[in-house]
């Protein structure tokens, strides 16, 4: 089994427009090479993607606590894109909204490419891949939108603890899933000090 985690920049379309190039590349830079960091610090990462704005992982979970680790990699990843605005603010430079979707299930590994071409990787596809990515779309969008937004089979694998820090929400585009502003407390309390 396997969870996978997508990290989505909203309104990158927007960014292109109100930025120049220069500009432009130091913002989508540091937030890539931060998720990145983010995603892969966990011991059960198996593969980290960078697809245009969007940077995605996927986790082997075949125990109930990695769940929890997972979730954990995405609050990080949440509480990561409020440092780099504090320090975009700073340089009077737009700041970021993302959308972050987790799920987990069944995963489909196949290796693929063209042999001998050096494109020839294991890739990682599916229904938990491909739910994640649609979680990702919709999360942080709107007013008041929450970043976070976790598939049911993710949810209810958390811990209660972790469980009673996002909340059931009703999409007409995915059902009902669990949506939250979960942050990392610890560094969050020392974004706040900056």
């Not at 997972?70 to 949440?78: D, E, L, S």
């Not at 987990?104 to 042999?115: C, D, E, F, N, W």
Request: glycine content about 10%.
């Amino acid at each position: 089994m396997c969870s996978a985690v997508f990290i989505d920049i909203r309104d990158s379309s927007g960014l292109t427009n109100r930025n120049k190039r220069p500009a432009l590349a130091k913002i989508y830079r540091a937030f890539i090479s931060e998720m990145v960091a983010v995603l892969n610090s966990d011991s059960y990462v198996r593969e980290v993607n960078i697809v245009g704005d969007c940077v995605w992982a996927s986790y082997k979970t075949t125990v109930r606590s990695h769940i929890d680790d997972v979730f954990r990699v995405a609050y990080t990843a949440n509480t990561l894109v409020k440092l780099l605005n504090h320090h975009l603010a700073n340089k009077e430079m737009d700041q970021l909204r993302v959308g972050i979707g987790v799920d987990y299930g069944r995963v489909l590994m196949i290796k693929a490419g063209y042999s001998g071409s050096g494109i020839n990787d294991v890739v990682y596809m599916g229904d938990v891949v491909n739910r994640a990515a649609h979680l990702a779309h919709e999360a942080g969008r709107g007013w008041g939108a929450r970043p976070i937004f976790l598939g049911g089979d993710f949810q209810q694998y958390l811990n209660d603890d972790n469980r009673g820090l996002v909340t059931a929400q009703y999409s007409s585009a995915l059902g009902t899933v669990y949506v939250g502003d979960v942050v990392h407390t610890g560094m969050n309390d020392w974004i706040d000090a900056l």
